[in-house]
């Protein structure tokens, strides 16, 4: 190995993780405010609903499949939970539970497009897209949901209880919620896709499916579960959205399509790994919620946050694809 | 995997488009065609929304209490779909047609075609583009003043105030210069930090920006956020930060939601200042009425802005939009463009 092959070889591994510690370490030089452990909580409990649901879309996109109904599912789980709890007064618990069901029935929905109907995944999930979008808005004919709103022309029964907004706004031992339940689900995701069986096939599906199915995988079955996953995880989501706003926001979860797939992709160039994976996803949503904290902070108006976000999708894509850093791999 | 996954970032970004531009419209008659009565085709850019719900709900009880058949055409944020709307209105042979929102370069034509064709128009927050049309706004400037004169008070002029403020929306840039204005004659009010974002999520992420921005100015005071989902925002922001004895925020505009989150335990949203939308409404088709009756009429109608702070709306009791007007009765401007 050259010199030159091994610098590659680092930038390629490294690259991105050291950019991100740079980037850290300039903010807090230049931001007094941006290095203390409160800002870090703020950052993470920012970036902690994207990356959860990122999680959802790196195992869609392991199985070589892609979920475009993901911010609708948000969306839509974000209007289940609140209209069960203002609209029926059903209790807290039973709102999440419904929630997680609605994700991955639709997760199932999509899964069965797929595998049993054979529609493209783009085109399937495309399709349940703008379902599950307008479906969000039917029970409550397009408006949003708060206690106090009128549902058949007398005001709502019930409130969002001080339990579900736990979830979104509360925290244990100082940390929020949501980013607690983002580091136990990423810490799963990791290893069950990396370590795991279950991990490997899901893998194997998505590098070659016919190999995959001819040693013996049920390739159908195996596509179904990660739409399942994909759509539950993107409800966990839902539900942590709905109780950090206190109610139900119309397409609130519209912006989380873009958000968790950069969040995906940029994660491909975490460690040279050059595939979706756990780990790297929650690097990559930590990384835009850093830049947008950080530039924030230096009064950065917002089209240059938009522009610099993009800007470093782009850089970490050619670290994953580009051919320059694409050694021999078998 | 390498070809094949950047497929789906091309065609997220396609389909997120697709998803924006909506459906095909149509219009939906609320009542059939009577030769007697007046025909008023409203054609609007959006439709989905709390404030173009009650907009609605207030557009078509006016339209019922005048005997109006209204017909409305809901682009869904497609301009060039409000453009063929307006046509099918001119089409139509309507009476009247009232433009709700939109950009003027898409609707100026279709309105212009109307007014040739002898059919008023009356436009509601959208510079229709040709003279001859009748403007309705909510006077933004006004609003803005309103909760500007609270924060003033409150802070007697002096404190370090964060902003929130997106350019290239017609509302917000007046809500702005009223801003500007205020800044130069209190010059102990500094804006130490500007923010704002507007998307689908835009409470959240400008909670996130506000955030960041409250941790790096500890000393800020006040957080003026003149559109409601930024206040939400914010709110949200101070509340997560434990900061609520310290920040006040003054938003403007209003909605069932607000009115929730602005008379909540320690809100430190504070005031706002709003019209109420079923109220815009309802003078919309009384002045696309009048001016189908060739009725006497104002060029550009302004409706006058209500201050609501937290505390009368605490007093007053109300947890609905619909329950404002009765509790502050100013809301409704029946003396606007006035039908008996």
Known sequence: MTVADRARDLVYRYGLLVLLLALIVFFASTEPAFGTVRNVLVVLQAVAITAIVALGVTISLTVGGFDLSIGSIVSFVVMVTTVAQVYFGLPAWVAVLLGLAAGALIGLINGLLVVLARVPDLLATLGTMFVFAGFALVPTAGQSVAAGATFNG??????????????????????????????????????????????????????????ARLSGVHVGRVKVLAYVASGTLASVGGVLLAARLGRGDVSAGSPYLVETVAAALIGFAVLGANRPNGFGTIVGAVFVGVLINGLTMQNVPYYWQDLIKGALLVGALILSFSAIFRKDRT | MTARSLLPLAAAAAASALLLSGCASSPAASGAGNDDSVDIALVRQLGSGDYFELWLAGAEAEAERLGVNLSVYNANGDDAQQALDLESAINEGVDAIAVDHGFTETVQPGVTAALDADIPVVAFDVDAGDDRAITIAQSDSDLASLVLDELVADTDGEAQVIYAYVAGFAPLDRRNAVWEDVKAENPDLEQVAQIGVVNESTASEVANQAKAALQANPDVTAIFAPYDEFAKGATLAVQELGLEDSVRIYGADISTADIEVITADSSPWVATAATDPSNVGAVTVRAAYLAATDADLEQAIEVPPTLLTQDALREA????????????????????????
């Open chain 1, 154 to 211: 007398e005001p709502a029964p019930g409130r969002i209880g001080p339990d579900f907004l736990w979830l979104g706004r509360g925290s244990v031992l100082g940390v929020p919620v949501p980013v607690l339940l983002m580091i136990v689900l990423g810490v799963v995701v990791s290893v069950l896709l990396a370590r795991s069986r279950p991990g490997r096939l899901l893998a194997a599906v998505g590098s070659n499916p016919e190999a």
């Open chain 2, 317 to 340: 009791g109300v947890s609905t939009v619909e329950e404002l007007s009765g509790a502050f009765p100013e809301l409704s401007t029946p003396d606007v463009a006035p039908v008996d």
